[in-house]
């Protein structure tokens, strides 16, 4: 391929500024290199729109992007391209925890530090990273766990037997890892709760929708669905309305999902989804103030968790739903 073709591919795979250099309008923008788990959530999307909007040129940044599509290998590749562009910063939103010892060693070694956002590193020397700033999806589960014990208290049903189908997301994903963990803590908690099936939903709606279709034609009987993410709710919620399965309602399926985009919202407030989990998305910012500080010659903490609520029918209003930012 002719180099100009060859420039103009790299260009559109990593957003790069082109192949000519760099003017001197750009020299005084701090370079970041942001490594995307993918696409596979409106969560997600919104944390690219957040992540996008707040590394902007006008923000003082030049961001070279790339989305991994859902796949660690892509990850690291990207990571080694921004170790060879000699970019001022890598981003890395894991897809899972472990695996990257090796390739953040060489971004260290190439003196290049890197934030974490959103999912987070298992790695033997924690000073591969500066800095991470997520949620604190352990406590999301709790919440969810809390508030279902809650809801069968009011209900008279605390100490009936309760069947629980388990819808998972992406394995060895930090989310996925400790919303597990609120779970299996509440079956052991609870020996009238019982783990129907687990199903590995990837995050995904379409994946989400195939499995729950699949259990559907086995006959079992649930109560609760503990979904991981609003997109994996979703198909859920389309598999069990094409089946003729009503949720959400008296005496019916409680889903309890995570994330509360505003689609999961207006379900909820529908009366089809029993509670919406926060997760906040909008990281940007956050990742935005931590750069700013490293650029300042500051020392960032070492890890940040925001602020997160659940929501019910009970405590919806419109002005919460059309205020949501995603
Ligand atoms: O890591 C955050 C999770 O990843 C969100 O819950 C999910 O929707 C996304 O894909």
Redesign the pocket.
Known sequence: MKKAGLCLLLSLLLLLPGCAGRGPEEEHLIRVGFSQ?GS?????IANTASMVAALSEANGYELLFDNAKQRQENQLLAIRNFIQQDVDYIVLAPITESGWDDVLQEAKNNHIPVIIV??RIDVADESLYTSWVG?DFLAEGRRAVRWLEAQLEAQGRAEEKLRILHIQ?TYG???QLQRTRALTEALAAHPNWELVAQLPGE?TEAKSYELMREFLQSGQEIDVIYS????MSFGAVRALEEAGIPCGGEGEIMILS??AVRRALELCRDGKLSLCVE?NPLHGPRVASLLQELARGGAPAKLTFVDELAFDRAMLTDEIIRDREY
């Open positions: 788990v596979e959530s409106d969560w997600r959103d999912r949620s997301g994903a930090t989310a995050y991981e993410n609003d997109n995570f994330d997760c």
